[in-house]
């Protein structure tokens, strides 16, 4: 089904249009997931403590609200320097989750970030409640921690452990440090679950293997380094994936 997606900045509204904008957001979000009550999806969607928050809204042909990824700008000091991290979520209805609807619009966002940063270091930061969405980007993503090609050095390591703790994702168990208790769970069925269990898919095993149990709300965090390599190779990996073809380029380690 084919979907506009409207950018806006949730500042910019008037408080009525902003209640209504938080209504709507809201239901369509209880329709994907549990878990989440209405003060905390206003925290960490509409107004989180960002340097700077837009919301892509996901609308059919007949203007109604079928989905939102809304992008947050942290700026953040790690250790000596000031970095940007890039956090955010996500949810589209079932139906409409075909034809790279998120995915198109979370690569062209990290590819003007990038530009809008060109001189700073900038990260991708994820902690994804369920294997599609890990699938999804880490099947394009050059390079993406943690993953089943390489191990995840150990200043990366660090570097997630130092922003989960700043970013106040909770660690559920120490044998499983990436694994964080997030809270959203996906609305989906025993079949569905099933198929994903089932899946052939080298990323959907290793993220099933890595958050076992992500529909109790545990969430995958996961790391994107948004060097210009790694979004060029990135961009290259969609487009030509987009097409059919099977020529992606992933970093080696």
């Known amino acids: 089904?084919?979907?506009?997606v409207l950018t806006i900045e949730p500042k910019q509204y008037s408080q009525d249009r902003l209640n209504e904008l938080i209504e709507s957001l809201y239901t369509v979000h209880c329709k994907i997931f549990d878990g989440v009550d209405k003060n905390t999806f206003i925290h960490y969607v509409v107004f989180p403590t960002a340097k700077h928050t837009k919301i892509h809204l996901f609308k059919n042909t007949q203007g109604e609200l079928v989905g939102y990824f809304a992008l947050?700008?942290?700026?953040?000091?790690?250790?000596?320097?000031?970095?940007i991290?890039?956090?955010g979520e996500t949810g589209i209805l079932p139906e409409?989750?075909?034809?790279?609807?998120?995915?198109?619009?979370?690569?062209?966002?990290g590819v003007m970030s990038k530009l809008l940063y060109f001189f700073r270091e900038v990260y991708v930061l994820g902690c994804f409640v369920h294997p599609i969405v890990y699938y999804s980007i880490a099947k394009n993503a050059y390079r993406i921690y943690p993953n089943y090609r390489y191990k995840t050095p150990q200043k990366i390591n660090s570097l997630m452990f130092e922003l989960a703790k700043e970013f106040h994702l909770k660690e559920i168990d120490e044998t499983r440090p990436f694994v964080r208790d997030i809270g959203w769970i996906t609305k989906e069925s025993d079949v569905d679950r099933g198929r994903l269990r089932d899946s052939k898919k080298k990323e959907i095993q290793f993220y099933l293997e890595q958050n076992p149990h992500y529909e109790k709300g545990y969430g995958l965090e996961t790391f994107i380094?948004?060097?210009?390599?790694?979004?060029?190779?990135?961009?290259?990996?969609?487009?030509?994936?987009?097409?059919?073809?099977?020529?992606?380029i992933y970093a080696k380690n």
Request: charged share 25%.
């Open 1 to 4: 089904m084919k979907v506009k």
């Open 72 to 83: 947050h700008h942290f700026e953040k000091r790690i250790g000596q320097k000031k970095v």
């Open 85 to 87: 991290v890039l956090r």
């Open 96 to 109: 409409y989750r075909r034809d790279h609807n998120v995915i198109t619009v979370i690569i062209k966002e």
């Open 225 to 248: 380094p948004l060097s210009l390599i790694n979004v060029l190779f990135t961009a290259y990996n969609f487009i030509i994936s987009h097409f059919g073809f099977n020529f992606r």
